[in-house]
């Protein structure tokens, strides 16, 4: 819970800062762009370590259940940082001039 909470907190940070506080132009594709990866980014992490915590109540309470949550996790955590990487590489690609 206090992962999520930090990643929503982050999430809010970003917002505030951009739509409040820095007067940029939202339309530009590199704003939107720089938005998506710091949102993901947060988002990544999280689920990061809610894996790692699954895992490691795995091995103090043997249970094969949390071991293979823990692991399909981590493999949505890679999952999300893959297609991440492919976004920001296609959408770096479509407005190089």
């Known amino acids: 819970m206090i992962t ?5 907190f982050d999430f809010g940070k970003t917002i505030l800062e951009e739509e409040v506080l820095v007067s940029i132009d939202i339309n530009h594709y ?5 938005t998506i990866m710091r949102f993901m980014s947060a ?9 790692l915590l699954l895992m490691l109540k ?6 094969i259940d949390q071991l293979m949550n823990g ?3 981590l493999w949505s955590g890679v999952g999300l940082l893959a297609g ?5 590489k296609l ?3 479509t407005w190089k001039v």
Do not use: F, H, K, Q
């Not at 988002?43 to 894996?51: D, F, N």
């Not at 795995?58 to 249970?63: D, K, Y």
């Not at 991440?84 to 920001?88: A, E, Q, S, T």
């Open 91 to 93: 959408s770096r690609d």
């Open 58 to 63: 795995s091995v103090l309470n043997p249970n």
């Open 30 to 34: 590199n704003s939107t762009r720089w």
């Open 4 to 8: 999520l909470g930090l990643a929503i």
């Open 71 to 73: 692991v399909w996790m």
């Open 84 to 88: 991440l990487g492919l976004y920001l």
């Open 43 to 51: 988002i990544i992490i999280a689920v990061s370590i809610e894996a």
